[in-house]
């Protein structure tokens, strides 16, 4: 039987049946021949789970029209929440990692003015707060004013 590399390709990727034949325009019943021919286990029902959090996170946020982000997943007390291998984690720490490259110290909130804001680079840790404040002393002690 020949198969055709399209097809081979998304079988192999592990997507349904149904799913190939829509995409490719086909009949489900030849995808399901050649997933026989390639010797391939049937595709496991249901959402394929996330890779990694930073995957998962992508999943859960919806832009908005000014700019910002909105989280679409499960709150915990007004918080932005995900649960991925086992451990929950705030969608600001996410978002934190995924726009600085390093892990947050201490707690991460939207420093952007929208509240429940998502946004990659929308966000402080408790050293960024700090440092913040340092400087706004240091501008206050040179000028005699607050920033």
């Known amino acids: ?49 996330a890779g990694t959090v930073e995957d998962l996170f992508w999943r859960r946020v919806r832009p908005t029209d000014d700019g910002h ?7 915990s007390t007004g918080t932005p929440c995900l649960r991925h291998g086992g451990r929950n984690q705030t969608a600001y720490r996410v978002a934190y990692r995924i726009a600085n490259g390093r892990d947050p110290e201490g707690q991460v909130l939207p420093s952007c ?30 000028f005699g004013e607050s920033a």
């Open 113 to 142: 003015g929208r509240e429940h804001c998502v946004k990659p680079g929308h966000h402080s840790d408790q050293n960024d707060r700090d440092e913040a404040r340092k400087v706004d002393a240091l501008y206050e002690a040179i």
């Open 1 to 49: 039987m020949k198969i055709r590399a399209d097809v081979a390709e998304l079988l192999r990727a592990g997507l349904s049946d149904r799913a190939i034949a829509r995409e490719l325009n086909t009949c489900h019943k030849k995808v399901s021949a050649a997933r026989t021919a390639l010797g391939l286990p049937k595709a496991k029902p249901g959402k394929r789970p």
């Open 69 to 75: 982000m909105e989280w679409t997943g499960f709150h």
